[in-house]
């Protein structure tokens, strides 16, 4: 039921009462999978869009990831709706104590295990304006069981702040965890004076990821800092 020619009198019926079948079957001639369908813009107003006339477009809620994945562009640290991805250690043991952030990190081993890699690891993701509630979840579900042992600990709980001594540790542990993960992303003085440079490069390729990464670079002190 995509091409008019297919389609009987009945189910023509049928799509002109449905708007999202109405829709899809307006926008027929798009094809996600051809070489022809590039960037697609459609008007929903009410009002034709005349030849020559200015045309705005929003790109929504979207993270710098997203932005230069899909448009080839990314905005600085500001951006309201980007953040920090970094993956942290799920299979810790429940009964060792865990002595140091750095932990909950992978290690080469596991960056190398391909096929178990996202199995034993979780996405957690850090903004530079807000304490990301899910980094305090984990670190919560992973301290707990063998990192404290006060009288209160049976009021602890991962979706919410219940004791302030608790708390203190997680903030800790979560201010050096991000630390530990800047030693491998951030910290090489060489790649950092590399990066300033392309800031500046006239190839595009080059200026963009310098962009982008100094964003994210930006983005991890000031995440340290909120914690």
Same mark, same amino acid.
């Not at 022809?36 to 009410?46: Q, R």
């Not at 030849?51 to 790109?59: A, C, D, R």
């Not at 980094?135 to 919410?160: G, P, Q, T």
């Not at 930006?218 to 800092?225: E, H, L, N, Q």
């Given at each position: 039921?995509?091409?008019?020619?297919?389609?009987?009198?009945?189910?023509?019926?049928?799509?002109?009462?449905?708007?999202?079948? *109405?829709?899809?079957?307006?926008?027929?001639?798009?094809?996600?999978?051809?070489?022809?369908?590039?960037?697609? &813009?459609?008007? =929903?107003? $009410? %009002?034709?869009?005349? $030849?020559?006339?200015?045309?705005?477009?929003?790109?929504?809620?979207?993270?710098?990831?997203?932005?230069?994945?899909?448009?080839?562009?990314? &905005?600085?640290?500001?951006?309201?709706?980007?953040? +920090?991805?970094?993956?942290?250690? +799920?299979?810790?043991?429940? *009964?060792?104590?865990?002595?140091?952030?750095?932990?909950?990190?992978?290690? #080469?081993? =596991? &960056? %190398?295990? #391909? #096929?178990?890699?996202?199995?034993?690891?979780?996405?957690?993701?850090?903004?530079?304006?807000?304490?990301? $509630?899910?980094? &305090?979840?984990?670190?919560? @579900?992973?301290?707990?069981?063998?990192?404290?042992? %006060?009288?209160?600990?049976?009021? +602890? =709980?991962?979706?919410?702040?219940?004791?302030?001594?608790?708390?203190?540790? !997680?903030?800790?542990?979560?201010?050096?965890?991000?630390?530990?993960?800047?030693?491998?992303?951030?910290?090489? $003085?060489?790649?950092?004076?590399? =990066? #300033?440079?392309?800031? @500046?490069?006239?190839?595009?390729?080059?200026?963009?990821?310098?962009?982008?990464?100094?964003?994210?670079? !930006?983005?991890?002190?000031?995440?340290?800092?909120?914690?």
């Amino acid at each position: 039921m995509t091409l008019a020619e297919n389609l009987d009198a009945e189910e023509l019926e049928t799509v002109a009462a449905n708007p999202v079948l *109405k829709q899809a079957y307006n926008n027929r001639w798009y094809r996600y999978d051809s070489n022809e369908t590039y960037f697609i &813009l459609i008007n =929903m107003g $009410p %009002a034709a869009i005349k $030849p020559g006339e200015q045309v705005f477009f929003t790109y929504g809620r979207r993270s710098n990831q997203c932005l230069v994945e899909n448009y080839g562009f990314t &905005l600085d640290h500001n951006n309201f709706y980007s953040h +920090l991805p970094f993956r942290a250690v +799920l299979a810790t043991n429940p *009964k060792a104590k865990i002595k140091s952030a750095k932990e909950l990190l992978p290690d #080469e081993k =596991m &960056l %190398a295990d #391909e #096929e178990n890699f996202y199995a034993v690891t979780e996405l957690l993701k850090v903004k530079y304006n807000k304490v990301s $509630p899910e980094l &305090l979840s984990f670190l919560r @579900s992973v301290l707990m069981e063998s990192n404290y042992e %006060a009288d209160d600990k049976k009021y +602890l =709980m991962v979706s919410s702040p219940r004791v302030i001594d608790f708390e203190l540790m !997680v903030l800790k542990f979560g201010v050096e965890l991000l630390q530990e993960y800047g030693k491998t992303c951030f910290s090489d $003085p060489v790649q950092n004076q590399q =990066m #300033e440079r392309d800031i @500046s490069s006239s190839d595009d390729s080059l200026r963009l990821i310098a962009q982008y990464n100094t964003a994210l670079q !930006v983005t991890w002190k000031k995440a340290i800092k909120l914690m």
